[in-house]
């Protein structure tokens, strides 16, 4: 959890940031990453490590509360997964001297 919640740190200084070219340039060059082996074991092994715990807690004590953690993160976590996967898509395949123009769905 410690090296998901130093990632989200790091993306929160990046979207916080005033200069929107070091934005698209931090986000087009982590896109990639998220995709290609062995880089997407930084995201992969964090994320299953804590999946594994969230669903052995869920299938021993089938608790309302481990129930509810498990509807959270999918109906909620993998579709704002996909959409800032699309939106950075979109970004960086905008043109270089372009502004960064983020339409919320």
Same mark, same amino acid.
């Given at each position: 959890? #410690?090296?998901?919640?130093?990632?989200? #740190?790091?993306?929160?200084?990046?979207?916080?940031?005033?200069?929107?070219?070091?934005?698209?340039? /931090? /986000?087009?060059? %982590? %896109?990639?990453?998220?995709? $290609?082996?062995? #880089?997407?074991?930084?995201?992969?092994?964090?994320? #299953?490590?804590?999946?594994?715990?969230?669903? /052995?807690? %869920? &299938?021993?004590?089938? $608790? &309302?509360?481990?129930?509810?953690?498990?509807?959270?993160?999918?109906?909620?976590?993998?579709?704002?997964?996909?959409?800032? =996967?699309?939106?950075?898509?979109?970004?960086?395949?905008?043109?270089?001297?372009? $502004? =960064?123009?983020?339409?919320?769905?």
């Amino acid at each position: 959890m #410690a090296a998901l919640v130093g990632m989200l #740190a790091v993306d929160a200084v990046f979207d916080f940031g005033a200069n929107q070219f070091e934005v698209k340039s /931090y /986000y087009c060059a %982590l %896109l990639p990453t998220l995709f $290609s082996f062995p #880089a997407l074991l930084r995201v992969l092994v964090p994320v #299953a490590f804590s999946g594994s715990f969230i669903l /052995y807690s %869920l &299938f021993t004590t089938r $608790s &309302f509360w481990h129930i509810c953690t498990c509807f959270c993160l999918i109906c909620g976590g993998l579709p704002c997964f996909y959409t800032s =996967i699309s939106t950075v898509s979109n970004i960086c395949s905008a043109k270089a001297g372009t $502004s =960064i123009a983020v339409q919320v769905h």
